[in-house]
């Protein structure tokens, strides 16, 4: 039975405040940076009356799973809290200048589910946000086709259609409407390869009708090879701005933040995607 955080014996029923569930997998050992910011916007949180669990401050439930396996063990446990309002997911390997201010900005913009910008790791530091340009024959992710997103307003809230779990808020009514499995990783058509399991479940998810916005002032670092927060990362790869643009433009393709629209239709009819092992096997 997950417990809530008590403070001074004041149930957090009268406070009036959102029960934010807290999931962070943990696939190594969280770098000190993470952990830090991790407990202090917890506490935090739990000191202005959110609602929160306990057992999300340690994430002992969730340490070194295979990675689709720990994310679908924290929605069941999200849904089997029958009080808990959003779910917040944080990887271990994130880093932020305010976590607590940048949860609350999520819930306070009132969408289905908001990210924030995280970048790739290498150089040069793309941020790793797109669309789809192609839903395929199949319905599902399988044989679908999507796009970075190089150039976005960096001042306001902008909807798309996929991009990391490094930061991102959801609402209770997405994952009670996606059936189980919420997290696998599908075949790519296109590539030979698979789909990595965040963007098939935001494919899956806007296929339901669920909206995607991400927030370009939550301050998100990532860390590995080097750390950056948003401002810093937009420097970071500035210079390759053009160049990126530019191949995707030989592509014959945009790739700023509008969406394709024909898409946005078949998102919105919200029919929800098929059962993608039944996808044609051939290339696209």
Known sequence: MSKLVTLNNLPFAEKKKPHIMMGRPISRNPMWENQIVFQRAFLQLA?????????????????LKHHCASRNDIVQTFLNR?????????DD??????????IKKMIALDKDMVLGVTSCKPSPH???????????????????????????????PFEVDYGSFGLVCMKRKVLEKMPRPWFYFPPSVKTGGTWGEDITFFFNAKMWGFELWCDPSLECGHLGYTAWHH???ADHWEDHKEKMMKLEKDLGCNANHELYP???????????PKDWWYAPTKTV
């Open 262 to 272: 024909e898409v946005q239709k078949r998102f919105k009819e919200g029919l929800g």
């Open 47 to 63: 000191e202005e009356g959110y609602g929160l669990y306990t057992e999300d401050l340690e994430s002992l439930n969730w340490w």
């Open 231 to 233: 401002i810093k990362r």
């Open 82 to 90: 029958r009080d808990c309002d959003y779910l917040v997911w944080i």
């Open 126 to 156: 793309v941020p790793l946000l797109g669309k789809f340009d192609k839903i395929g024959e199949s319905g599902t992710i399988v044989d679908s086709t999507g796009r970075h997103i190089y150039d976005f307003p960096t001042d306001k």
């Open 93 to 102: 390997d994130m880093s932020f200048d305010d976590l607590a201010r940048d």
